[in-house]
């Protein structure tokens, strides 16, 4: 079963982005056309989920939400670039779910779609598999934390895991320190740059137990990247 | 009634000249006795008496009026009486306070004109920001987009302060008091920093009871505290390395801290650090200052009613408190 979300936003940028970004998870991404004729295309695509910005021509996103609620229950996230209290209670008094302030990151848009697709139709496994970062025969499974390699399995932390994942996805590029050591802080775990030397040095020894020497190259001033020597 | 007899002392100097001179006239002229000059001056001084009395309870209004002074505006255009001169200055004030009314108007209409184009002009700025952000993610880490991330970070700072500006006149309408735990809240606005404490190598303490809860607006304060946390950062680049929020309750207050290590503030630029774009001795080091930070945090917490503190010491570091009311519980 495949997710239809509908994203209802002007600016043409940010829904393609916005789209493109929901198809790498395998959903199904509409974008509205015609904005004065919403609700026909909403019928006809029998959305799981909307996203509504407020700012729209002609009539607002407040408006839509209210026609879309007099026939469905389908959860309505709003975005806006309006971040006060009162837009956010209007947005909720006009029957959304929820409300997503720009500049937004894919992480926390994502998240959001996934937390009510799964509230609302149950099944979360089905929404959204199980993540998994495949490099070159290595296979990054960061939810459980695992890493296989050639039928061998390592069992990373937490850190470990955004370390490598970085550095995965950044390749062949050099992944910046700072960057790094943004990923790793934790809400209520402030990391110091010697956290991330030694997670580091964890990582490049987690590698080895998978016969993978000097996976992790330093390159001084910079950051680090991966090297494949295999 | 000062004002009156001031007014009225030539009339009534003059009054008695004339009746001195008209019964001297007749003293000398006719047979007039002195009893006859008594009577014709004390009818006189009587006419005169009735007719002052008479009009000092007519024009009363306007005496008191010279005589007062405004506390409102409003004030100056109430009816002054019926009197001549009553009714003529009533006339004039009025016409006056329509003129400022409608000077008033004029101004308030482009103040709030132009702080709607600031807040649109936010919003706008706020979607290609966006997108900037979204396409950055895609090359998220590489060297080059993490310094752009960083830019486009200040950019939404910059844009986040001018629309806290543009918003505090209508403070009014837009804060809800709740209440809230603090230390929850402190490691979201820490959080919120963590760009600005990995590359200026510094690390923050939150030093904040679990249980330790006050009353607040939590988009304001949020806004004051990430501010306090940005002043931290800045001014103690190079020089101390960690940054402590904590919060803890004394006798009258609960108190919410934010303490750097960092290059302090002149004992001359104290006082001024609250006023709307100073920016000191320390501006003009670091360069980067609007000073409307502690100018908007200031502002913000009197509109709560919570009261700020600021402490500082030059190469020692700078503390700045927030006083908040205690929560009263309720013992059954």
């Known amino acids: ?230 | 009634m000062s004002l009156f007899l001031k007014e009225h002392k030539s009339y009534i100097v003059i009054y008695y000249f004339s009746v001195s001179l008209t019964t001297f006239y007749c003293f000398l002229a006719s047979d007039f006795t002195f009893l006859d000059v008594l009577y014709a001056f004390l009818f006189n001084s009587f006419i005169l008496l009735v007719f002052l009395g008479w009009k000092y309870v007519n024009t009363k209004n306007v005496y008191v009026l010279l005589d007062s002074n405004f506390d409102a505006i409003e004030e100056s255009s109430l009816d002054q009486g019926d009197s001549f001169w009553g009714h003529h200055i009533s006339a004039l004030l009025k016409q006056q306070y329509r003129l400022y009314e409608r000077n008033m108007q004029q101004i308030n209409k482009n103040h709030q004109e132009h702080l709607t184009f600031i807040n649109q002009w936010v919003h706008q700025m706020k979607t290609p920001l966006s997108v900037i952000r979204l396409q950055l993610e895609a090359h998220a880490g590489e060297p080059y987009a993490h310094g752009m991330s960083e830019e486009v970070y200040k950019m939404e700072k910059g844009l986040n302060m001018a629309l806290y500006y543009a918003r505090i006149d209508a403070f009014e309408r837009d804060f809800v008091i709740e209440r809230i735990r603090l230390k929850p809240l402190i490691l979201d606005s820490i959080s919120q920093e963590k760009k600005l404490f990995i590359k200026n190598h510094m690390l923050p303490k939150a030093d904040v009871d679990d249980t330790i809860e006050v009353y607040t607006d939590v988009k304001w304060i949020k806004f004051v505290i990430e501010q306090l946390i940005t002043n931290g950062i800045k001014y103690s680049k190079g020089k101390g390395k960690y940054l402590t929020v904590s919060a803890y309750k004394t006798e009258d207050h609960t108190v919410l801290e934010v303490v750097d290590e960092g290059i302090g503030i002149h004992p001359k630029d104290i006082r001024r650090v609250f006023h709307p774009f100073f920016t000191g001795e320390n501006g003009r080091i670091l360069g980067e200052s609007t000073g409307m930070g502690l100018y908007l945090a200031k502002k913000i917490c009197e509109n709560l009613n919570h009261k700020i503190y600021i402490q500082s010491e030059v190469n020692r570091g700078t503390k700045v408190s927030i006083l908040f009311e205690h929560i009263q519980t309720d013992h059954n």
Request: aromatic residues 10%; proline residues 3%.
């Open chain 1, 1 to 230: 079963m495949k997710y239809t979300i509908y994203i209802i936003e002007d600016d043409l940028s940010i829904s393609r982005l916005l789209k493109e970004h929901i198809e790498k998870y395998g959903l199904s991404a509409t974008v509205a056309e015609n904005f004065e004729s919403i609700m026909e295309e909403f019928h006809l695509l029998k959305p799981h989920l909307v996203l509504l910005d407020v700012n729209l021509p002609k009539f607002d996103g407040f408006y839509w939400c209210r026609r879309i609620r007099e026939t469905s229950k389908v959860p309505i996230l709003f975005i806006s670039a309006r971040e006060s209290g009162i837009d956010q209670v209007r947005a909720l008094e006009n029957g959304a779910d929820d409300y997503i302030t720009k500049p937004f990151s894919y992480e926390v848009v994502m998240a959001k779609i996934n937390s009510h697709i799964r509230r609302v139709f149950g099944d979360y496994a089905h929404a959204i598999g199980e993540r998994v970062i495949e490099w070159e025969g290595l296979k990054l499974y960061p939810e459980r934390l695992d890493l296989e390699f050639q039928g061998k399995t390592a069992i990373l932390t937490k850190k470990e895991a955004i370390l490598l994942e970085s550095l995965i996805q950044t390749y062949p590029k050099v992944v910046n320190r700072n960057y790094l050591l943004e990923q790793m802080w934790d809400h209520s775990d402030f990391v110091e740059e010697n956290t991330l030397n030694v997670n580091v040095t964890r990582l490049r020894k987690k590698l080895q137990d998978l016969d993978i020497e000097n996976g992790v190259e330093t390159i001084r001033g910079m950051g680090y990247k991966l090297n494949k020597s295999w």
